[in-house]
């Protein structure tokens, strides 16, 4: 390990709340200016090319901003295992910086054009493709075990925030100052982010595994089939990253692109769809403050496998409810479910997983929802349309449902539980 990733003192990790450790502050603020930067960069990306093309090259440019990172994310699992997710996550965050700094001078100097926003697409993505799985496999190593489930919370809590402010920033930047200022504006939220990971310190991780890992292969994609492998040997791990795969595909397209089509042909229109996404967004949000708070639930695999349920329910009720209250309800708890069941079940892979291993399967955690999981919004699509909204939407709880089964089928996963706090000496 780099003398740089020097552990902190072990009072510092198991004294306090992850929400009181200055360690993990420092590491959410970097990682929630970093997640604004992204939504900044994407409002920068598409607003600028609406001004300079057409729907189609629209299309072209944001599919070019999507595909690398699902492609290589696999490769940046194994980046991040080979030499560390802080100096991949310092080393990704400082050229995603300076790409986008210098797009911002690019268009200052000659405006925006279709080549320089595919090539920045394209750039970017790749990048990100090294960033995201490095970052996410960040937290075991910030903090204590037991302190893993507040760490995820306040993560999901990150997220929430920069959906909410990202948008927002970029759409204030676009009028006030065009593109260059909206991408000079993401640029710096990644500078900002730069200064706070340097200071983070890393605790060391001892191997999980029986066996001591094998040496880095030769190739990379050896080592892509090492860690695939490794992910299929663990009884807990492997049911996790299925159950985790399936609600995303179940879900994901259905509960975005399918509810904007519900509230269509419901009548409900532009504002009963913002109550509903605003409701469910305030369920994840109160999910995600409730885990870092409390930093524990018992049973943590049954629980899991509980709040997935619901969640798929209330996927399917929502389409079959008569009344937009009522919708905004069952949303509601949807929203709540599904974070509690999303943080568990990264909470336990990252507690499970094998520092050697950690990256990759992170890669392999991400890949679902942001490679696999857009492919479903055209399918959903078609399928409302030919068999409408109610249809759909229970079909997708049904597929999701069957992640619960698999969960209640594994035992490893029913006997689950999350690290518990260390009592305090008396």
């Known amino acids: 390990m780099a003398p740089t990733e020097t552990p902190p003192p072990a009072h510092a990790t198991e004294a306090r709340p992850a929400y009181r450790d200055g360690n993990v502050l420092r590491w959410l603020a970097a990682y929630t200016a970093s997640l604004v930067g992204d939504s900044v960069y994407f409002v920068a990306l598409a607003w600028s090319a609406q001004k300079v093309t057409g729907p189609t090259e629209i299309g072209l440019v944001m599919a070019t901003g999507a595909l690398p990172r699902a492609l290589l994310m696999l490769g940046g699992g194994v980046v991040a295992d080979r030499f560390g997710p802080r100096r991949v996550v310092l080393g990704s965050d400082a050229v995603r910086c300076l790409l986008i700094l210098a797009v911002a001078a690019a268009i200052a100097l000659t405006g925006p054009a279709l080549w320089i926003l595919i090539a920045t697409a394209l750039i970017f993505s790749t990048v990100d493709a090294l960033f995201m799985p490095a970052v996410g496999a960040l937290p075991p190593r910030i903090t204590s ?4 489930a507040r760490v995820t919370g306040m993560r999901s809590l990150s997220i929430r925030l920069s ?14 100052g065009g593109a260059a200022a909206t991408f000079a504006v993401a640029g710096l939220l990644f500078a900002l982010s730069l200064p706070l990971l340097l200071t983070m310190r890393l605790r060391p991780l001892e191997p999980r595994d029986e066996e001591r890992p094998p040496a880095p292969a030769d190739s990379a994609w050896q080592d892509i089939i090492d ?23 179940g879900l994901t397209g259905t509960l975005n692109v399918g509810m904007v089509l519900l509230n269509d042909e419901r009548g409900w229109g532009p504002s009963g769809y913002g109550f509903i996404i605003s409701a469910f967004g305030a369920g994840a949000a109160a999910s995600a403050a409730l885990l870092a708070v409390i930093g524990w639930l018992p049973r943590g695999g049954l629980t899991m496998t509980a709040t997935l349920l619901v969640s798929c329910a209330g996927a399917a009720a929502i389409a079959l409810v008569p009344d937009l209250y009522l919708a905004v309800a069952v949303a509601a708890v949807t929203g709540l479910s599904a974070g509690v069941f999303g943080s568990l079940n990264n909470t336990l892979v990252q507690t499970e997983a094998d520092p050697a291993y950690l990256g990759r399967v992170t890669s392999v955690v991400m890949i679902t929802s942001v490679g696999l999981a857009p492919l479903t919004y055209p399918l959903v699509g078609a399928a409302i349309g030919a068999w409408g909204a109610a249809s759909v939407f229970v079909g997708s709880g049904a597929f999701a449902g069957v992640g619960v089964l698999i969960a209640l089928a594994s035992d490893a996963v029913r006997r689950a539980e999350l690290p518990r706090k260390p009592k305090a000496p008396a």
Do not use: N
């Not at 075990?145 to 893993?148: G, V």
């Not at 959906?163 to 006030?176: D, F, R, V």
């Open 145 to 148: 075990p037991d302190q893993l």
């Open 163 to 176: 959906q909410i402010a990202g948008p927002p920033i970029g759409g204030l930047a676009m009028g006030l």
């Open 227 to 249: 860690g695939l492998r490794y992910i299929r040997r663990q009884r807990l791990i492997f049911p996790l990253v299925l159950v985790g795969a399936i609600s995303e595909l």
